[in-house]
C-alpha cells in the first residue's frame, strides 16, 4: 500500500514555462515533507521542503504548497530549465525530520528549450 | 565539507553470497538511513540507524542487517542474496536531533546479482 503517491510518471514543459509537480500522501501522521531531484546513478539532491504546520515555502525558482486536508502537495518550478530535466521525488517523514523517509515514485520532468 | 560517501559504487555478486556495502555520513551527522532503488518499488527505505541503534526498520526480509559505529559510519549486509536485490542502494545522513532538517544522500552502490 503505498503511502506517498506521485501518480503522474512523466511530465513535458517547454523552457520559460511553469512545472507543477504533484504528490498526494495516506497518512496523516507525516509532517514533513521533502522534494528531491534524482540524475540516473546518482543519488537524489534535496531541493526543498516543508513542514506541516506550513502551507507554502519558496526557495528561488522553486515554491513547494501543502494541502493538509486533501493530503496534497506540489512543487513549481518558475521558470523551467533545460537543466531541471531529471526526475523529481516527493517524500514524507513522521517525525519531523529527513530521516526514514518514504518516498513515491518518482515523475520524470522534460523540459525542453 | 565531504559529503556522504558510499563504497563500493558498483558490486557484481552471485545468488546466495552475502554482501556488505559501507557508508560514511558528513561529518557532524549522526543518524544514517538506507534506502533500496530499484524500477519497479522506487525508492524505498531500509532502516535507520542513531548512537549505535536501530531506530526505524523498513519492510523488508531479515536478509537485509545493518549497523552503525561509534564514529555515525554504517555498514548494510545482504545475507543469501537473490536476483531480485539488484538494485541502487543509497544512504542519506541527517544531522539528528533538530527538526525540519533535510536527508542528504550519498552517489549510492550499485549491486548486480547474477
Known amino acids: 500500500d503505498q503511502q506517498v503517491k506521485q501518480n503522474s510518471p512523466s511530465l513535458s514543459v517547454q523552457e520559460g514555462r511553469i512545472s507543477i509537480l504533484n504528490c498526494d500522501y495516506t497518512?496523516?501522521?507525516?509532517?514533513?515533507f521533502l522534494w528531491y531531484k534524482k540524475y540516473p546513478a546518482e543519488g537524489p539532491t534535496f531541493l526543498i521542503s516543508?513542514?506541516?504546520?506550513?502551507d507554502k515555502n519558496e526557495d528561488g525558482r522553486f515554491t513547494v504548497f501543502l494541502n493538509k486536508s486533501a493530503k496534497h502537495l506540489s512543487l513549481h518550478i518558475v521558470p523551467s530549465q533545460p537543466g531541471d530535466s531529471a526526475v523529481y521525488f516527493c517524500?514524507?517523514?513522521?517525525?519531523?525530520?529527513?530521516?526514514?523517509?518514504?518516498f513515491g515514485k518518482g515523475t520524470t520532468l522534460s523540459v525542453s528549450s | 565539507k565531504a559529503g556522504v560517501t558510499q563504497t563500493p559504487r558498483y558490486l557484481i555478486k552471485t545468488r546466495g553470497q552475502q554482501v556488505t556495502l559501507s557508508c560514511s555520513p558528513i561529518s557532524g551527522h549522526r543518524s544514517v538511513s538506507w534506502y533500496q532503488q530499484t524500477p519497479g518499488q522506487g525508492l524505498q527505505f531500509l532502516f535507520e540507524y542513531f548512537s549505535e541503534t536501530q531506530r526505524n526498520k523498513g519492510n523488508f526480509p531479515g536478509r537485509f542487517s545493518g549497523r552503525q559505529f561509534s564514529n555515525s559510519r554504517s555498514e548494510m549486509n545482504v545475507s543469501t542474496l537473490e536476483l531480485g536485490d539488484s538494485a541502487l542502494y543509497l544512504c542519506?545522513?541527517?544531522?539528528?536531533?533538530?527538526?525540519?532538517?533535510?536527508?542528504?544522500f550519498g552517489q549510492g552502490t550499485r549491486l548486480t546479482v547474477v
Open positions: 517524500a514524507a517523514s513522521g517525525n519531523q525530520a529527513g530521516t526514514a523517509l518514504i
Open positions: 497518512n496523516s501522521m507525516f509532517d514533513y
Open positions: 516543508i513542514s506541516s504546520i506550513k
Open positions: 542519506a545522513s541527517t544531522l539528528f536531533g533538530q527538526t525540519n532538517t533535510e536527508a542528504f
